[in-house]
T-cell receptor
Framework: GAVVSQHPSWVICKSGTSVKIECRSLDFQATTMFWYRQFPKQSLMLMAT?????????EQGVEKDKFLINHASLTLSTLTVTSAHPEDSSFYICSARDWEGGDNSPLHFGNGTRLTVT | GQNIDQPTEMTATEGAIVQINCTYQ??????LFWYQQHAGEAPTFLSY??LDGLEEKGRFSSFLSRSKGYSYLLLKELQMKDSASYLC??????????WGAGTKLIIKP
């Protein structure tokens, strides 16, 4: 089955520093990957859609200069949280669908990254 | 607008059957997904329905009625490991998944 690998699983950083999260599709190619954020007991919130070879599409209210997304290849997307603040502490999850499966094929999720900003 | 309605929390007994209902409103419709999410973990795919009717997959079954904007997830022979949140996620006309807060299922021995 389709596997999405996300790294790191957890990270603690100091306020003002930047953190990079990687998302890889291991056994399929993904022209599009999705970055979500989830606060405790809340629903998944789509932050942005990462498009291979072009600019990411950000959801309303998400600062593109703060959450930098790079999708340099068909199997790798990265999210960099710049100048992190305590309110950025959250569970970040990436997902992707196999582009050969069509637009309505299931999303497969990485294991998520728990970010704590002190 | 787009919205999803699921019970916030349900409790069931090990070995029993539980049905988690979901009603939804979306701009267009391209199917509905059910995901399982254990606490502190990412969601995992359970099922997909695009046509009316029941899809059975082992202990889990999912039903869809497009005309009613209604789906349910049926879990049989409940096990303690089934304690998790269950997310109903319809897909709109732009192939975007719409996420609610899910239903937290608590299994008691």
């Amino acid at each position: 089955g389709a596997v999405v690998s996300q790294h790191p699983s957890w990270v603690i950083c100091k306020s003002g520093t930047s953190v990079k999260i990687e998302c890889r599709s291991l056994d399929f190619q993904a022209t599009t990957m999705f970055w979500y954020r989830q606060f405790p007991k809340q629903s998944l919130m789509l932050m942005a859609t990462s498009n291979e070879g072009s600019k990411a599409t950000y959801e309303q209210g998400v600062e593109k200069d703060k959450f930098l997304i790079n999708h340099a290849s068909l199997t790798l997307s990265t999210l960099t949280v710049t100048s992190a603040h305590p309110e950025d502490s959250s569970f970040y999850i990436c997902s992707a669908r196999d582009w050969e499966g069509g637009d309505n094929s299931p999303l497969h999720f990485g294991n998520g990254t728990r970010l704590t900003v002190t | 607008g787009q919205n999803i309605d699921q019970p916030t929390e349900m409790t069931a007994t090990e070995g029993a059957i539980v049905q988690i209902n979901c009603t939804y409103q979306t701009s267009g419709f391209n199917g509905l997904f059910w995901y399982q999410q254990h606490a502190g973990e990412a969601p995992t795919f359970l099922s997909y329905n695009v046509l009316d009717g029941l899809e059975e997959k082992g202990r889990f079954s999912s039903f869809l009625s497009r005309s009613k904007g209604y789906s349910y997830l049926l879990l049989k022979e409940l096990q303690m490991k089934d304690s998790a949140s269950y997310l109903c996620a319809p897909m709109d006309s732009n192939y975007q998944l719409i996420w609610g807060a899910g239903t937290k299922l608590i299994i008691k021995p």
